[in-house]
């Protein structure tokens, strides 16, 4: 009973927040703390802000093409760690992998920051900062996430079926594409959904890398609340609760899903 | 006959030990030949290093002729089927076994033929459009089976075949994989840590132990003129003398007339058609078995008896 109480009290404290900012969306007083009644009408204004549309257009081909980009090299890296052996500079290679995950963003948003200055200042035909740079400083962060996951699914994959595949007469590429691909796709989606939603809702990292034509969603919510909150945002909010919930439980179910 | 596949003085060492020891065999056409050990011995290992999963430190291997000893799996002549079967579980049973004839670029409706043909030999053609999910054990292991026959090989490597079966499926299993195999006139390459199944299956069985060969021989031979204790034990019940003479339970007789090695009856195992006397000589309890057929004595527990036995059936084995 006691457990019980302890849970309800915990899931309370992580949640209620945010049924609260949820609830709160369909407030039709302008004052964000002031109940006056139920209404849509912060939702028709969230979608006719063009400043917070352009931010989300932004956000979400960020998201998707680092999520791409994070997929492909986290697979090849995870791939790699779970089966290319104990080669030489396996161990360093692993902990560089595995340094975004508990490197303090400030740090790593700084750190690409100053790579993409001194990058622009050595070649200056280079565009400068936007979505570019937000692509490749969000990859590099996801991409670790992504390794992660990709390395336990193959680390539990018996080599049998790879090995098969060889004995039954496919090349290495072929072995990959045919058998390799198709068995660690759960993963790989799980992999792009967590990359997808680590990148959309990032604003520190954002903060660093972004250009003056390039603010993300998180950036305009971050900036307008700091002049006071609208129950627009509180929409917004919303919004992006229920797309990151769902995708979240969407990889969750995919990663724990077993090969049949 | 040319052998259809030879190793010759291999070795494989996995960092400090040694798991195959400079072996040598070769396989004939149509050949069966089990490799026998316990686990460890490093039988798998010889298997893989067949079939090119391992490459070996020393030593080459000829495949009907080609050397094959730095090719990869997929460059060579033969299949393995591997103890889990590994049937790639994201394809029907139809394109398991079509996986390997389409890597050798068949063209479609020869590939059909094939994995018809290949399927009608395991007599699963009714189950070709099912996932491997959905599948028995057994058909499982037909499946495995079949993909590896549709390319044809020169040998066929199978890893404890029956590992995955329960008992009754095994046996049954074990005397259709010989008629199959006959039917077909492929070598076979079986790797068991079983002597009933070696026994069974092999034309010829090669022994192993700690990445060494004890002795390669028939089943008879083997059985009848172990070349040592160790093999003796590997098959059935064997009487071993501290001096190193050895003699199988069948082959001595009790008798009541004096003559032979004395002894008393201590104890007896009846079993329907056998019964099994533990004599105690005067260096060692014996175990005799004696067949009921017709009037043969029965002996009492601590009756005396003699023991007797052919010249041919006592040896003297090494350790």
């Given at each position: 009973m006691t457990a019980r109480v302890i849970l309800g009290f915990g899931l309370a404290f992580l949640y209620l927040p945010l049924l609260v900012v949820m609830g709160y969306s369909?407030?039709?007083?302008?004052?964000?703390?002031?109940?006056?009644g139920f209404s849509t009408q912060w939702y028709f204004e969230l979608f006719a802000d063009r400043q917070i549309m352009r931010a989300a257009g932004i956000s979400f081909i960020v998201a998707f093409v680092s999520a791409s980009v994070a997929t492909v090299l986290g697979m090849a890296a995870g791939y790699a760690l779970a089966r290319?052996?104990?080669?030489?500079?396996r161990a360093i290679f692993a902990g560089l992998l595995a340094m975004p995950l508990v490197m303090p963003e400030v740090i790593t948003g700084l750190a690409l920051l100053l790579l993409f200055v001194a990058a622009q200042s050595a070649m200056p035909w280079l565009p400068g900062r936007g979505v570019g740079t937000l692509i490749i400083a969000h990859a590099s962060l996801t991409m670790a996430y992504v390794a992660v996951i990709v390395q336990a699914r193959v680390a539990g994959m018996a080599r049998d079926y790879e090995e098969a595949a060889a004995d039954l007469g496919a090349k290495p590429a072929a072995v990959f594409l045919y058998v390799t691909l198709p068995l660690i796709a759960p993963a790989l989606v799980a992999g792009w959904l967590l990359a997808f939603v680590l990148s959309l809702d990032d604003l520190v990292i954002a903060s660093f890398t972004s250009g003056p034509q390039s603010t993300t969603l998180p950036m305009v919510v971050f900036s307008s609340v700091r002049l006071g909150v609208s129950p627009k945002i509180n929409a917004l909010a919303t919004i992006l609760i229920l797309v990151t919930f769902a995708m979240l439980v969407v990889a969750g179910l995919l990663s724990r899903r077993r090969s049949k | 006959m040319a052998p259809i596949l030879s190793v010759e003085g291999i070795s494989k060492r996995f960092g400090v030990t040694?798991?195959?020891?400079?072996v040598s065999l070769s396989v004939g056409p149509n050949e069966c030949l089990a490799l026998l050990g316990?686990?460890?011995?490093g039988k798998t290992t010889l298997l893989r290093l067949m079939a090119g999963f391992e490459t070996p430190d020393a030593g080459a291997i000829m495949i009907d002729g080609v050397d094959m000893t730095r090719k990869p799996p997929y460059a060579r002549p033969v299949n393995m089927m591997f103890q889990s079967y590994a049937l790639f579980p994201h394809m029907t049973v139809e394109d398991n076994v079509a996986f390997g004839l389409k890597q050798d670029g068949l063209p479609a409706a020869d590939r059909l033929a094939r994995v018809k043909e290949a399927l009608a030999a395991v007599e699963m053609e009714a189950f070709a459009p099912r996932k491997p999910h959905q599948l028995s054990g057994g058909q499982r292991q037909r499946v495995a089976l079949a993909r590896c026959i549709a390319k044809r090989p020169k040998a066929l490597l199978l890893d404890e075949p029956m590992a995955a079966l329960d008992k009754h499926l095994r046996e049954r299993t074990q005397l259709e994989l010989l008629v199959l195999r006959r039917r077909l006139g492929i070598s076979f390459v079986v790797v068991t840590h079983d002597q009933d199944e070696a026994m069974t299956m092999a034309d010829r069985i090669v022994v192993m132990e700690s990445g060494k060969i004890l002795q390669a021989d028939t089943p008879r031979a083997l059985y009848?003129?172990?070349?040592s204790q160790a093999v003796a034990r590997f098959f059935g019940d064997i009487n071993l003398w501290p001096s190193g003479l050895a003699v199988r339970p069948e082959r001595i007789a009790l008798s009541r007339?004096?003559?032979?090695v004395e002894g008393t009856v201590t104890d007896m195992i009846y079993r329907g058609t056998t019964t099994t006397y533990l004599v105690q000589t005067h260096d060692l309890v014996v175990r005799v078995l004696s067949a009921h057929a017709g009037d043969a004595p029965q002996f009492q527990k601590g009756e005396k008896v003699f023991l007797s036995w052919p010249d041919d059936a006592a040896r003297t084995l090494c350790p």
């Open positions: 369909f407030n039709a007083s302008r004052l964000v703390t002031v109940w006056t290319f052996g104990p080669f030489r500079g | 040694l798991a195959v020891d400079n316990p686990s460890g011995c009848e003129r172990p070349g007339a004096p003559g032979g």
